[in-house]
């Protein structure tokens, strides 16, 4: 082992980490967004307790993401100079957008909302929060637009050897990052309707337990639920849609990746898709890749030989088990996470004769959403593992290799030391969210306070115990 590996390992371990946070900040915020909408435009009670309730996990999470994204920046000089050096021209354009326009519009108006709740007037108040979930989304804009400039590098050219960007809107367009973006955040949408999905199933089961719950589903529970569903099934079908889109492109600009993720050796007309091994339907690989089912797909022996011709001798194959199960295990736990919130919207649909009561919530089916918390987070680490793993032996697709990215003047020790160093702080980051979100979901939504009284107390009454006397809310 060397330098260079260990640089692969901090950089995955670190990424991996950080990706646990963004698509649940992303899609918890627009849900929590939602919520306050509903408040602002209805006045029910219930609404604010619900936004307050999921705000906070939403807060928790957030201030994670934030801590955890930071080290990413610094690898870039620390463990990868090379690349920086390369491809810092082009590469940091996106990355000074996101931090100069989304990142301090999101960070500023989160703040607004924090600190506002009984400062700010209502309607101002409900805009910090979209104005900040806004920042989020496009602060992901940026970042996979400079992702997927590594993968079909465009608007460039290389001068004395390092990419110097001739059209930037060449690189925020960049095809790869129009089909990327849509997959990813929809992929967002999908973690945190699960997310949502999963609470509301413990919150139900609790109340079940506690023998509180009426023949209905409760009214707090179930809005949420019945949102989270809807969110989930929706952003599913923009995944699909969005990952046909991807896989067409990668026929076209990254067919290692593609032949990859299909375990195909050799270039085949009519090209199988095998869900497992052994098991093929004939032709649909090549159907899925160019809407032709008698298209020519590349594999990977083949495309070897050719890269070997082209860009020198070298080892141009990716870690071909890793590439082909992630690709299986996303499909797997994106479409049960989406069949699930499709079920979930079947049962608790209203019974013929609008007027009569909804169906209440099976245990079962809150156990099931509690129990399938982990897969839409799964499937999309998946993703991003055949994503990046699949596009090595580049950082820069055709231009740069990953052996040669890694900073010359870094030892092994050094790595070691401080890919040790982050492993252990962020163990640490992952027992205190863990400890601080379970702590708050098990203790639930807080009851609003009542109502500050219009008409004084009397003598009488402001001589009665004070414990007795109504608080502001906020």
């Not at 050219?157 to 997959?183: C, F, Y």
């Not at 790595?415 to 098990?442: N, P, Q």
Request: charged share 15%; hydrophobic share 50%.
């Amino acid at each position: 082992m060397d330098a260079l590996d260990l640089a692969r390992w901090q950089f995955g371990v670190t990424t991996v980490y950080h990706f646990l946070f963004v698509p649940l900040t992303i899609g918890l915020g627009v849900f929590v967004a939602g919520l306050q909408t509903a408040w602002h435009r209805t006045g029910k009670e219930h609404y604010l307790r619900l936004t307050k309730f999921f705000g906070k996990i939403f807060l928790i999470n957030f201030a994670m993401g934030v801590v955890t994204g930071i080290v990413q920046e610094f690898q870039f000089g620390m463990n990868w100079s090379e690349y920086s050096i390369f491809v810092g021209d082009v590469f940091g354009a996106p990355l000074a957008l996101e931090a100069l326009l989304a990142f301090f519009l999101e960070s500023t108006f989160i703040g607004l909302w924090i600190f506002g709740w009984d400062k700010l007037p209502k309607r101002i108040h409900l805009a910090t929060i979209w104005i900040a979930v806004i920042g989020s989304t496009v602060s992901a804009y940026f970042i996979l637009a400079a992702n997927a400039w590594m993968k079909h590098p465009v608007g460039y050219e290389v001068i004395d050897g390092k990419a110097r960007m001739t059209d930037l809107w060449a690189v925020l367009t960049n095809s790869a990052a129009l089909a990327q973006v849509p997959h990813v955040v929809g992929a967002a949408f999908v973690v945190g309707g699960g997310f949502v999905l999963a609470i509301c199933g413990y919150q139900v089961l609790k109340e079940r337990r506690a023998a509180t719950a009426r023949r209905n589903t409760p009214s707090i529970w179930r809005t949420p639920i019945r949102a989270a569903l809807a969110m989930t099934a929706i952003a599913g079908a923009v995944v699909a849609v969005s990952g046909d889109m991807s896989a067409k492109l990668l026929y076209e600009q990254q067919p290692m990746k593609l032949a990859a993720a299909e375990g195909l050796t050799h270039d085949t007309a009519g090209a199988a898709f095998s869900p497992v091994p052994g098991v093929e339907i004939p032709k649909l690989l090549s159907f899925l890749s160019t809407n032709d089912p008698n298209a020519v797909v590349q594999g990977t022996a083949d495309i070897q030989t050719r890269f070997t011709e082209q860009f020198g001798p070298a080892d141009y194959l990716p870690n071909l088990p890793v590439v082909f199960w992630s690709f299986r295990v996303m499909i797997v736990f994106g479409m049960a996470t989406v069949g699930l919130s499709v079920l979930g919207l079947w049962l608790t649909r209203r019974r013929r004769g609008g007027g009569r009561p909804q169906q209440e919530l099976p245990t079962w089916f809150a156990r099931a959403a509690l129990l399938a918390l982990p897969l839409p987070t799964i499937a999309m680490i998946s993703g991003w593992l055949l994503s990046e793993i699949g596009r090595q032996p580049w950082t820069v697709q055709g231009e740069l290799l990953t052996a040669a990215s890694v900073s010359p003047g870094v030892s092994l020790t050094e790595v070691a030391i401080s890919l040790a160093v982050f492993t252990l702080v962020y163990g640490v980051f992952a027992v205190a969210e863990a400890v601080l979100i379970i702590r708050h979901v098990k203790a639930g939504p807080q009851p609003a306070a009542p109502a500050v009284p219009l008409i004084p107390p009397s003598r009488d009454d402001q001589t009665a115990d004070v414990r007795l006397q109504p608080t502001l809310m906020y």
